[in-house]
Every structure is written in structure tokens, then in C-alpha cells.
């Protein structure tokens, strides 16, 4: 990511760091193992992965700041950037999470999805004056949680895509098609404006935006702390600390992602806010890889899918002789019970998710290089 002429090292690392922790769970769809559950590591697996649709989203809203358009050249590209990524969604990632066309009258509307929405929305709203996209992001993000009190029983589809998601129900398109939606466009439309104006706090100068995000992130984990340790407004799910123990620790961390609630968010966006500074100042090898993914991290998304996909067939084939037909149901919102005998151990899950991000590496710097190089329009869109 740049501002001007100069590359935000911390925001490439960061990136490329959810990009790989979003494998750990897109590898787990495929190995059966539930998402989270009392027993800690099983619970860890799912909980670190967290961090990723918060951070991807909210730099995706700061990358539209910094990308040094006119509002009207932005606009155009949010919009249209926005609408392939739907396309995107609904056809080839569609295809790469179930190998089977049967299933595209079972659609899922998730991530590519959300984020695609909700660039469509920024394109109006990036031409308002920043400090009001802040702020309508920020009243997005702490007040949303009352929407369930005003809406009443009835849960319309609009209302589904709009807030409820997978609490909504899948939504009955007609001719036997229907949409399931994982990501609802509140809050995360909230988290994408406040990101563009928290472009502002990245351009200026170092000392002071260091500051700023230690002093942003470290009070948004305050306040989760805060407001989580006496169950005080955030999150529909209560913290029981009766439990006493780990199980006490699971249930202050067991905040809600679907809708991701005011608690889930504190919790994951404010340490990544704080972490800026520090990174900022990385150096290394393992930095230089991550940050190669960071790069380019829709390039990524695109291929780790197929990828996780075809080295869980492979699995299959040498744990059971054949191709278990699991991996060719809906993943990952409806695949139905996972076969008696199919769910991977942990250590095959972290071997496999290894496995696939080191294939992805040299994929990932020869685009990173190619966009470095060269100024094709096309190359905006991956």
C-alpha cells in the first residue's frame, strides 16, 4: 500500500498476515473439524482466524483513501471493483469451494461478497467529507447491535442481506435457487468507512501516526475488556464467569461474528490498530514473505480456494482409498454431516495449511512483481 511515494511496510504485513491465518479456517471447512467448540486447541483454531475479515475489510477501506484518485476516478473504481468481486462470489469462488456445478443454485453470499457490496456503497460515500464517512462508520459499528430490538419478529430477505445473515435463514430466489448469507452488509459497510478515514491517521507523519494507533487500538481493547468482563452492551452472546478456568477464558473470547458484534469487533480490530507501529519497523525474512502476500491478497484469495480444495481430495484419496463425495457438496455454508470417520486431527489440518501457503508463495511474488512493473487497468481488478 502506498501513500504517495512511500509503501506502508506495517499495512502489507498485515494484510499478508490474515491472508494466511484466513487459510487455517479454509482449510478446516475441508477437514471436517468444527468451527470452535469447548475444547481449547479445536476453539484456537477457529478464534485466530477472527482477525481476518475485521483487518482485510478495514484496510480495504483505508487502501481506497490512499489510492491518490480524484472522488470521481475512486468512485468509478469502488463501484465497479465492487460489482466484479459480487460476480466473482456468485460464479469462480463459488465453483472453487464446491468443484460441482450442480450446486450453483445454492449460493453463498460471503466475504467476496460483503466486501464487493460494500465497495459499491463506498463509491457514493467516499464522495462525502471524511470526517462524515468517519463518523457514520463509527455509529455503524457501536450502535448496530440495537437492531435486533427494533426489528421485531419477522426477518424479510432484504433484512437477512441487510443485518441477520445466517440467523436470517437461506433466502428463496425462485426456480430453486437460493442464497445463503454468511456476511450481511452491517456491519461491515461501517468497518469499511471508518477504514477510509482511518487512511487520514496512515498518511501522516510517522511519529504522530504511531500515536494515534497506539492510542485508537489499545482504548478499543480497553473498552472490549470493559464491556465484555460485565456484560454491559456489545455482543448478544453473555460472558459467563461462573465457568471458572479455560472454559472461562473460551466464553470471554466467544464473542459473535455473524453479525459481527461491537464486542467481536474491539476484540480483533483494536489489537491490529495497535500492531501498526510495531510492524511499521519489521525487518526480516519471515516479514519480507508475508508481506509478499500482502501484496497482492485478492490474487491469493483466488487461488488458495481451488488449491485447499484439490490437496484435501488428495488427503481423502490416501486416507481412504478414494475420493470421499463430501468434498463435493455445498462448502462451505451447507456441505451437511461430515462423514463418520472423515474429520482430520489438528496436526494433518496444520500440515496441510502449511503445505498450501508455501505453494502459494511463488505464485504470489511473480504477480507482486508484475504489478510492480507495469500499469495495466486490468490488474486493479485482481
Known amino acids: 500500500m502506498t501513500t504517495g511515494q512511500t509503501r506502508l511496510a506495517s499495512v502489507d504485513l498485515l494484510r499478508g498476515a490474515v491472508m494466511v491465518l484466513m487459510a487455517i479456517d479454509h482449510v478446516r471447512v475441508f477437514a471436517g473439524v468444527p468451527p470452535g467448540g469447548p475444547e481449547p486447541a479445536v476453539f484456537f483454531t477457529r478464534w485466530i482466524t477472527h482477525f481476518c475479515a475485521p483487518t482485510f475489510i478495514f484496510l480495504a477501506g483505508a487502501s481506497a483513501f490512499l489510492a491518490a484518485r480524484s472522488p470521481r476516478e475512486l468512485s468509478r473504481l469502488l463501484l465497479t471493483r465492487g460489482l466484479w468481486l459480487v460476480l466473482l462470489e456468485l460464479t469462480l469462488i463459488h465453483l472453487a469451494w464446491t468443484f460441482n456445478p450442480a450446486w450453483t443454485h445454492d449460493q453463498m453470499a460471503g466475504v467476496i461478497w460483503v466486501i464487493g457490496w460494500c465497495m459499491v456503497l463506498m463509491a457514493a460515500l467516499a464522495r ?6 468517519g463518523a457514520i462508520g463509527v455509529v455503524i459499528i457501536a450502535g448496530h447491535n440495537l437492531l435486533p430490538a427494533l426489528s421485531g419478529d419477522a426477518v424479510s430477505p432484504w433484512l437477512t442481506i441487510l443485518y441477520f445473515g445466517p440467523a436470517g435463514g437461506p433466502i428463496d430466489l425462485g426456480g430453486g435457487w437460493t442464497l445463503s448469507v454468511l456476511y450481511s452488509l452491517v456491519p461491515w459497510i461501517g468497518v469499511m468507512a471508518a477504514g477510509f478515514a482511518f487512511g487520514r491517521v496512515l498518511r501522516l507523519e510517522p511519529a504522530r501516526r504511531d500515536r494515534l494507533c497506539l492510542a485508537l487500538g489499545l482504548g478499543a481493547i480497553a473498552l472490549f475488556i470493559v464491556l465484555r468482563a460485565f456484560n454491559l452492551y456489545g455482543d448478544p452472546r453473555p460472558y459467563d464467569a461462573q465457568q471458572g478456568g479455560a472454559s472461562a477464558l473460551l466464553s470471554f473470547l466467544g464473542t459473535t461474528k455473524y453479525p459481527a458484534s461491537l464486542q467481536f469487533l474491539l476484540m480483533t480490530l483494536g489489537p491490529v490498530i495497535a500492531l501498526i507501529p510495531v510492524l511499521e519497523r519489521a525487518r526480516g525474512a519471515l516479514a519480507h514473505v508475508i508481506s509478499v502476500y500482502g501484496r497482492v491478497p485478492f490474487f491469493y484469495y483466488l487461488l488458495h480456494i481451488p488449491l485447499i480444495h ?25 456441505p451437511g454431516p461430515v462423514p463418520d470417520g472423515y474429520m482430520w486431527s489438528l496436526g494433518l489440518l496444520y ?17 507482486a512483481d508484475l504489478k510492480s512493473r507495469r500499469r495495466d487497468g486490468w490488474l486493479r481488478y485482481l
Do not use: Q, T
Open 128 to 133: 462525502l467529507p471524511l470526517k462524515v464517512v
Open 310 to 334: 484439490v490437496l484435501a481430495l488428495l488427503v481423502s484419496k490416501y486416507r481412504e482409498g478414494s475420493v470421499n463425495a463430501w468434498l463435493f457438496d455445498n462448502h462451505p455454508m451447507n
Open 351 to 367: 500440515l496441510v495449511f502449511a503445505i498450501a501457503v508455501a505453494l502459494l508463495y511463488l505464485p504470489c511474488r511473480w504477480f
